[in-house]
């Protein structure tokens, strides 16, 4: 693992990751973690109006503020809503961005989702771990392979369910109350969303909503009061069975579910 250690949360739209991953991201960043974010689509689609090169340009400018609060580095978006697909282009430029950042952990979305951007998101980014060092396999833009072990750790999905109203429960839990004031402060920068999801999907209080999930992901812990819950990825292919930084790191504000 470098020295510090370098995370990337990935989400597939603007304030993906303010839902599900900023508490744990903030704590990485809060314990000497080098942090990343990124959003693989522009989020063109989450509005009415303007058009979509309009709304993308807004949801751009919320995302930079975003990470501003984190204090993390932000990547541009690679696609368009909708159309995160598993394919080869989307395929070379995510292990591009991968290759681009070498990060010792990655914050991914839930392979789980009602969102079929948001379950091809989590795809193309475990792929690109695992392609991270594979000499033969070329990016777009071409960039050398990195060596290093790796891990991949996935969100619950938003909603808690998946896309078959399933509950989705987690084998890591965060504590992510020390940093609930500036998580509402990242989602806030979301203005434009807020109003889209009350309006699509009628959600009401966007902030509420958040505080909500991580409510009942905290009362499924039993320890803490505000909490996101994360799988880890298989380590095949990624590093030591044993290998897992985000434990290690977070210490006694990471609990693990013992594995049956």
């Not at 989450?46 to 993308?56: H, N, Q, T």
């Not at 541009?76 to 591009?96: C, G, H, Q």
């Not at 475990?126 to 033969?136: E, H, K, L, T």
Request: glycine share 8%; aromatic share 6%.
């Amino acid at each position: 693992m470098q020295n510090p250690p370098v995370v990337l949360a990935v989400g597939a739209h603007p304030d993906d990751i303010e839902f599900m991953m900023a508490g744990t991201l903030l704590r990485l960043g809060d314990a000497g973690c080098v942090i990343h974010m990124w959003n693989i689509a522009d989020g063109r689609c989450g509005s009415v109006e303007p058009d979509g090169d309009g709304i993308a340009a807004i949801r751009l400018t919320e995302a930079r503020a975003s990470a501003g609060h984190a204090g993390a580095v932000l990547h541009l978006p690679v696609a368009e809503d909708i159309l995160i697909l598993y394919e080869p282009s989307l395929i070379r430029r995510t292990a591009a961005v991968i290759r681009e950042v070498a990060p010792d952990i990655i914050l991914a979305p839930s392979p789980d989702d009602y969102m079929e951007d948001h379950r091809n998101a989590s795809r193309l980014v475990a792929n690109a771990a695992f392609v991270r060092g594979m000499p033969n396999f070329v990016t777009a833009p071409p960039l050398p392979p990195v060596s290093g072990d790796i891990a991949v750790y996935h969100a619950l999905p938003y909603g808690l369910r998946d896309d078959m109203r399933r509950i989705v429960r987690p084998g890591m839990f965060v504590d992510i109350e020390p940093v609930m004031d500036r998580k509402r402060a990242m989602l806030t920068c979301h203005e434009s969303q807020r109003i889209w999801l009350d309006m699509s999907q009628g959600v009401g209080s966007y902030i509420g909503h958040m505080e909500r999930m991580a409510g009942e992901v905290a009362d499924w812990s039993g320890r803490y009061r505000f909490a996101e819950g994360w799988r880890r990825h298989l380590h095949l292919g990624l590093g030591p069975e044993r290998y897992d930084p985000l434990s290690r790191i977070l210490d006694g504000s990471c609990m693990t579910v013992p594995d049956d």
